[in-house]
């Protein structure tokens, strides 16, 4: 585990004092900076309401429905205002409690304990980064449901539902109440001013649309981004992230310095406009090699959402015959708890070859850009051997439902049923893995490239 564990061991006392200065104009100008875009919003679309603004203002709502949320989050920190009553005043009450959350007080004691023990075990947001990486087919499912307000739809309804309980109806009511009736009560006068400007309809549509759709698809690029699929888990600059988001990502993806995610762990006190200078003065001392930051999010996403389980990326696997050369055969695999399985005939020769000899090397590749590929060394070891395959049928059948679908997965394994196979699996964590992918647009070719394959003086043009 690394000793890189304190913001002292990154930031003298000065800088860390520094880093945590509170400016009250800073702060006064978020707050009616997300609330301004949003109310302009309002009024722009209210006024020249057409089928493009209304789309334009979900998207702008959405994002500022986050901002809301990250200024809140900043208030968490006590990172709002000096003064703690107004800090906690401002976070609920001005951020919170429109939209959908409720104390600052509760979310706060959660919250800390992510800052606590981020990415162990004990870690209650582990669960949002824990799934990661995962397949491009998983992640396009993901999206769907949160633009078209399924994810909304299910996690709303959820957190009234756990609201409104009680062993009878009065106390179920009671409960509610306590819960979301200040929520309640802002949101009707907020919808009152709809209504007074004729545009009733405007409230649902540039409200709670955006609740339900960009906001979440927003914040489920935030969660992982900032800590799916890191690096080591144990180290202070590499189990959270960092993302160089441009101005159109700021305006719809992240803002307020929600990008800078990592710094902010490190001193998590900081007001949110002070951590791009804790991201530059890290610059300065060096530490960039070490840092997890990703120049955007489509980055982010190359590193987060993987190809391995992706339906059709056939595997090549190198054995060794008996005269020592190389066999290398296209194969169909399954890549699951951590393990790579395969299925050779019985009379393949390469199933002879793993019998004399289990050294193997894997490849993986894709076809499209980023051209990712994955290169694995390690010995495969049987798990089934010839004849029991009864045994394994089900691997069988999700290992052809990734190159086949559902229906040829079922025609395929009775059509094959009768050829003896083995099973074959690569533990990973038991042999060596590297990756790489192409550079993005944005990317400099040094970044991906390991310095090795470069004479010295030359760089990537």
């Not at 609740?211 to 799916?228: C, D, M, P, S, Y």
């Not at 004849?387 to 394994?413: F, M, P, S």
């Amino acid at each position: 585990m690394t000793t890189l564990q304190r913001p002292k061991d990154f930031f003298s006392d000065a800088e860390i004092e520094q880093l945590r200065q509170h400016s009250p104009w800073r702060s006064a100008y978020a707050l009616l900076h997300c609330w301004g875009v949003i109310v302009a919003t309002w009024v722009v679309v209210g006024i020249w309401t057409n089928p493009l603004t209304v789309l334009l203002g979900i998207f702008i709502i959405g994002a500022r429905q986050l901002g809301l949320g990250v200024l809140s989050h900043d208030g968490a920190h006590f990172a709002l205002s000096r003064n703690r009553k107004l800090n906690d005043w401002l976070s609920e009450w001005v951020l919170s409690r429109p939209f959908t959350s409720g104390t600052i007080y509760g979310y706060r004691k959660y919250h800390l304990q992510h800052h606590a023990f981020t990415q162990q075990p004990e870690d209650p947001d582990l669960h949002l980064s824990k799934p990661f990486p995962i397949s491009k087919t998983s992640f396009r499912r993901k999206v769907w449901r949160d633009l078209s307000g399924q994810t909304g739809w299910k996690q709303y309804g959820a957190m009234f539902s756990d609201a409104f309980k009680g062993e009878t109806t009065g106390q179920a009511l009671k409960n509610g109440w306590r819960r979301f009736g200040p929520n309640i009560v802002i949101n009707l006068f907020i919808l009152a001013g709809f209504i007074l400007a004729g545009k009733w309809y405007l409230y649902f549509l540039l409200w709670w649309v955006p609740a339900l759709t960009w906001n979440r698809f927003v914040t489920r690029l935030r969660n992982i981004g900032e800590h799916a699929a890191v690096p080591d888990d144990n180290d202070r600059l590499r189990n959270t992230r960092t993302i160089e988001a441009n101005w159109l990502e700021r305006a719809f993806i992240a803002p307020y310095g929600v990008n800078y995610h990592l710094e902010h762990h490190l001193v998590v006190n900081a007001p949110w406009y002070n951590l791009k200078r804790a991201h530059q003065m890290l610059i300065e001392k060096g530490f960039l090699e070490q840092m997890e930051v990703q120049p955007n999010y489509k980055a982010m996403l190359a590193v987060a959402i993987e190809f391995l389980n992706e339906p059709g990326v056939l595997m090549r696997i190198a054995v060794v015959r008996a005269d020592g050369s190389p066999l290398v055969t296209p194969i169909w695999f399954l890549h699951e708890a951590g393990s790579i399985y395969f299925t050779p005939r019985e009379k393949s020769a390469w199933f002879a070859c793993l019998r004399r000899d289990p050294r193997v090397s894997l490849c993986i590749d894709e076809q499209p850009l980023p051209y990712r590929k994955v290169i694995v060394e390690g010995a495969a070891e049987l798990v089934f051997d010839v004849g029991a395959d009864d045994q394994w049928r089900d691997l069988y059948q999700r290992t052809a439902q990734k190159y086949v679908g559902e229906q040829g997965a079922q025609a395929y394994v009775q059509n094959t049923i009768d050829q003896p196979r083995g099973l074959f699996k690569v533990v990973l964590d038991n042999a060596k893995v590297t990756s790489w992918r192409m550079p993005l647009e944005t990317e400099d070719g040094m970044g991906i490239w390991h310095d090795r394959y470069y004479v010295p003086g030359t760089h990537f043009e």
